[in-house]
């Protein structure tokens, strides 16, 4: 135990103490702690252990760029690896070191997520004092802007160090900044708000952390985390920079820590990191830490690799009694639970190399710090390129990318940024110091300790092995390695394993280059990218005017694209396949009633609405009679089947087109696309009429007396009403249409009456057909009807290789239209194949035997894989009429096998089916007319 | 996400587009009169260059209409928009291909 809190300072409210609860230990922080200061407050600096290796891991930065404090918590609710360091400590929260990997929740997350749209002329990435200059300036001239921050409050770096800006305590000057753009109307402050994505056109995406630090005083109803989806025409990049470790023997222990970060830890949370330090430098801007340290107390003793350092800094030491070894560098940190020491070398002028004795300084603390990384990754993001600078050490942005401006160094420098103070953050040109050889004395313990990318355990030595290998570009050494690839995407390891790869090939990290920034900037919960979006919400239900009904009345549902359907009406006890023969039964021998509502309808009308329809389908549609339907293909221009259905002529110049359920919107785009590109000299109108009608089929023998009942102002006779006619009605007091359309092979009657009496005009049909034993039956039934009698189901029974000819349809083929999409398709040498597959019926010959959709069609019992296939089962099912499993398929050259005996294979099951016609009941269609 | 220009409606998210392939294919006035060759061409051949290239668009989250427009493919930047029907604008360094 060698942290602790000091008695003053900082800028956490000592007055605002927060319970919480760390490993089943009950410690306390206060308001504006993370949880990494609050540990590292109470004494612990120990936090986890490694994914692969085991190794104890501590807290090494006190940002986004953390690689070793990863956390579970556990309450307010369960969340997996979290950097200790991004979690703001408040009232309650429970939480403990993971060892390599965390755990999801094992129940729903009750907590809200939501997602809100903004739009910028200015978007500000950072409020510490560059974002915030420039945040203001705009906002000045009136710009609609939003700044953006993840830390708790604004002023970034100046929270960490201390520094001032214009004379002013530098919190104090952000606090006049903050103060001055909260006034202003055109401009949006976001702190705890993390811009992760970088998109295209001024597309940006930032998660809001908005609750977790409120505890138990959030409004109930607030979301938890939200997604804001910007649109800003220009960002400005004002991210600072990270701190970068070096690869030295034992540097992952506990005890090892970014100089930065313990600079940060003193001033901002009052927590000394350590008493007795060593700081490992290969740059100026780790003085200041050293220096705040001594002040509050600590024994200090820098190494620097830099064979002499600048007067300035070198007199200012002395002064304040700070030993500074120069030309040297630390070989080891010592120690197996936490570091005790270092084990120091000089260094051989202009190269890595040790050469000489090694000495041994007893430490608590070993702070490091390798140069800076300016924070590129949304510039990446962006297609910005970068280069490498010699000076700093490091990748900088190369190119101009329109619609972003970076903040930093190089525009502190243009305006004149020079700071007099030599322990100010001054970059003096950065030693490009990578790895530090492995001891020669094997402190190590014989394998490779020095690790590149603490998180994913990869050393100096794995590196190597990469290299070894052959690999010669940072993109295949971090896919080989794995470096760059953990929680924190290589933020501090990235280049730092560039330096070793260059080291170790003989060329410049100028040469090398770096691996590309990809989204996310740091990880976002799958909840905050799902917000409301989820549950019921995630995508939207559509029921029909009589779902209640359904709903009162036991259905079971089947899904059909967004839709609800009856799937199948059971009666107390009954399976499914119980209710589908009572069900079928019913429509074959009595009457039955369905909610077919869900049924595509597009109203096309115009001049030249009936020429249109004669270009769609492959029928002719123009002789139509009005107060006629007609059964209707539609292909495309390859001539595959695209959709069936009905057209009806409700007047000379309007039709009535139905769809399948599935294809509503599809067609409906399809007749814009060919009246807008296509035929834009064309007179018609579509528009989708689905939702306006419930449409109710009544089937069955005795379907025509329940009809007469309901709407008495129509003859429904055979002789009045004939089949594939329509006429206007009133049904049970409503205005309405009644279509004879049969989908079942029955006489049938299709009831249509706008949605809004679509409930009462269904209990009265169910009212008026009470007598003659009236059954509702829903999607199943529909299925076994419909398939008994050959009909295709688009999309089942089809799958966009198939042409009218094959699936039996050729009938509904015009011979004397000059054209119509497809039809010069019809003609091409591979549509007229023999061997194309046909649309065919299949009976078991053990009648109780099923056909599973899906089987294969083979021509022998004997399996031998790989064997011709001849065809597929598209639709099986039991027929109570057929008193007999059978099926529909498509099998090659089908209709040239009628009475062939095949067999279907289906998961290791081999049945014995004959071929036959797919239309297996009542060819001659006597059914349908009563 | 990017932004398309709708020629009715200005810009828009692309999420309310849908692409419709090479532009300016025009069905054949005679289907029947093209040979096979001819048929395929139309039914499955499409250019696919790189830099500007002619496209069809729809317009299907806003206002339902089909409109042209020059996209560079390299860098998916819309360099035009303009009506169906209408000439592909001239615009530096493209052709018209068809
Ligand atoms: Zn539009």
């Known amino acids: 135990m060698t942290a602790r809190r000091l008695p003053t300072g900082g800028s956490i409210d000592r007055g605002a103490p927060l319970a919480f609860r760390w490993a089943g230990t009950d410690l306390t922080g206060y308001q504006g702690d993370t949880l990494a200061s609050a540990l590292l407050g109470a004494g612990i600096d120990t936090i986890g252990s490694s994914v692969r290796l085991g190794r104890p891991r501590g807290i090494t930065s006190a940002g986004t760029e953390e690689s070793t404090a990863l956390v579970q918590i556990e309450k307010p609710f369960p969340e997996p690896m979290l950097p200790a360091t991004t979690v703001e400590l408040a009232e309650g929260l429970a939480a403990r070191g993971i060892t390599g990997q965390g755990r999801l929740a094992d129940r729903d997350d009750p907590a809200r997520y939501d997602a809100r749209h903004a739009h910028a002329d200015l978007l500000v990435v950072g409020a510490g004092p560059a974002g915030l200059t420039a945040a203001l300036a705009a906002a000045r001239t009136g710009e609609r802007v939003i700044l953006a921050d993840d830390d708790i409050r604004v002023g970034g770096s100046l929270l960490d160090y201390g520094e001032t800006v214009e004379g002013v305590p530098g919190e104090q000057w952000a606090a006049g900044v903050l103060a001055e753009l909260a006034s202003l109307p055109n401009v949006r402050v976001l702190v705890r708000t993390t811009v992760f994505g970088i998109y295209d056109d001024g597309f940006v995406l930032a998660v809001e952390h908005r609750s977790d630090h409120l505890g138990a005083a959030a409004r109930p109803g607030r979301s938890r985390e939200r997604i804001w989806r910007i649109r800003t025409t220009t960002t400005v990049i004002a991210t600072g920079g990270y701190e970068r470790p070096i690869a030295f023997a034992n540097n992952d222990l506990p005890g090892v820590m970014l100089a930065s970060a313990a600079h940060t830890y003193l001033h901002r949370y009052a927590v000394l990191a350590g008493e007795s330090v060593v700081l490992f430098t290969t740059n100026s801007t780790a003085y200041g830490a050293a220096r705040a340290l001594v002040a509050a107390g600590a024994r200090l003793t820098i190494v620097d690799t830099r064979p002499e350092i600048p007067a300035g800094l070198d007199s200012g030491c002395r002064n304040l009694g700070i030993e500074v070894v120069t030309g040297h560098h630390v070989v080891t940190a010592l120690g197996t639970d936490r570091v005790h020491g270092v084990t120091i070398a000089p260094r051989r002028a202009g190269g890595p190399h040790v050469a000489g004795a090694s000495a041994t300084i007893d430490c608590d603390l070993l702070l490091v710090s390798g140069g800076w990384n300016p924070v590129l990754h949304l510039f990446s993001q962006a297609r910005g390129t970068l280069a490498f600078d010699e000076r700093l050490q490091a990748f900088v942005a190369a190119s101009e990318v329109r619609g972003f401006e970076l903040a930093g160094l190089a525009a502190a420098e243009s305006a004149g940024y020079d700071p007099a103070d030599p322990f100010a953050f001054a970059l003096h040109p950065v030693e490009g110091v990578w790895s530090i050889p492995l001891p020669a004395d094997g402190d190590a313990g014989g394998s490779d300790t020095r690790f590149v990318d603490v998180q994913r355990d990869v050393t100096v030595s794995e590196i190597l092995r990469a290299t070894g290998a052959g690999l010669r570009s940072m993109e295949h050494v971090k896919r080989y390695t794995t470096l760059g690839t953990a929680l924190d995407q290589g933020k501090t390891s990235g280049l730092l394993g560039s330096g070793v790869v260059a080291q170790e090939l003989g060329i410049s990290v100028a040469e090398l280059g770096t691996t590309t920034f990809r989204p996310p900037f740091s990880p976002v919960g799958f909840a905050a990218l799902a917000g409301a979006d989820r549950g019921e919400l995630y995508d939207p239900i559509r029921v029909t005017a009589i779902h209640p009904w359904h709903l009162a009345h036991g259905a079971e549902f089947e899904n059909v694209g967004q839709w609800k359907r009856p799937w199948y009406y059971p009666l107390p006890g009954e399976s499914l396949d119980e209710a589908v023969l009572r069900e079928s039964i019913a429509a074959r021998t009595m009457v039955a009633c369905m909610d077919g509502s869900t049924l595509g309808k597009i109203d096309v009308r115009g001049a030249d609405a009936a020429a249109f329809l004669d270009l769609l389908y492959t029928n002719l549609m123009s002789s139509l009679k009005v107060g006629s339907i007609r059964y209707g293909v539609m292909c495309g221009p390859d001539g595959m089947v695209k959709d069936d259905g009905t057209v009806i002529r409700l007047a000379e110049e309007r039709f009535l087109v139905t769809t399948t359920t599935g294809n509503a919107a599809a067609i409906l785009d399809w007749m814009e696309e060919w009246l807008q590109t296509e035929w834009p000299d064309l007179r018609v109108f579509a528009a989708s009429v689905t939702e306006q009608w419930v449409t109710i089929p009544v089937v069955g023998p005795l379907s025509r007396a329940v009809v007469q009942q309901l709407a008495p102002g129509v003859d429904a006779s055979a002789a009045a009403f004939p089949f594939m006619a329509t006429r206007d009605a009133v049904i049970a007091g409503v205005d309405g249409r009644i279509d004879r359309i049969s989908f079942s092979g029955e006489l049938a009657f299709e009831l249509n009456v706008p949605a809004w009496y679509g409930q009462a005009v269904w209990e009265a049909v169910i009212a008026a057909g009470e007598q003659h034993g009236i059954t509702p039956y829903g999607t199943e039934t529909m299925h076994v009807l419909r398939a008994e009698k050959g009909y295709p189901i688009i999309g089942q029974d089809t799958d966009g290789t198939l042409s009218p000819h094959d699936l039996g349809l050729g009938w509904a083929v015009s011979k004397k239209k000059p054209d119509f999409i497809g039809k010069r398709s019809f003609a091409r040498a591979e549509n007229t194949r023999p061997d194309r597959r046909h649309f065919v019926g299949l009976l078991p010959v053990d009648p109780e035997e099923s056909i599973p959709e899906g089987a294969q069609i083979i021509a022998s019992r004997e399996v031998t894989i790989p064997m011709p296939m001849l065809g597929h089962v598209t639709s099986g099912y039991r027929s109570a009429a057929l008193g007999s499993h059978f099926a529909l398929a498509l099998i090659s050259a089908g209709r040239d096998r009628m009475g062939e005996r095949l067999f279907a294979w289906s998961e290791g099951r081999v049945i014995a089916v004959t071929v036959t016609d797919s239309v297996l009941l009542d060819k001659e269609g006597t059914r349908r007319d009563g | ?98």
């Open chain 2, 1 to 98: 996400m990017q932004l398309i220009e709708c020629p009715n409606c200005g810009k828009r998210e692309e999420i309310e587009f849908h692409y419709g392939g090479q532009a300016h294919i025009a069905y054949p006035e005679d289907p029947a009169a093209t040979t096979d060759h001819e048929w395929s061409d139309y039914l499955f051949f499409r250019d696919n260059p790189k830099g500007p290239f002619a496209e069809r668009w729809y317009h299907g989250g806003g206002c339902r209409r089909w409109f042209n427009a020059v996209r560079d493919t390299t860098s998916y930047r819309f360099l035009a928009v303009y009506q169906p029907g209408e000439r592909m604008p001239a615009l530096p360094g493209t052709r018209v291909t068809r």
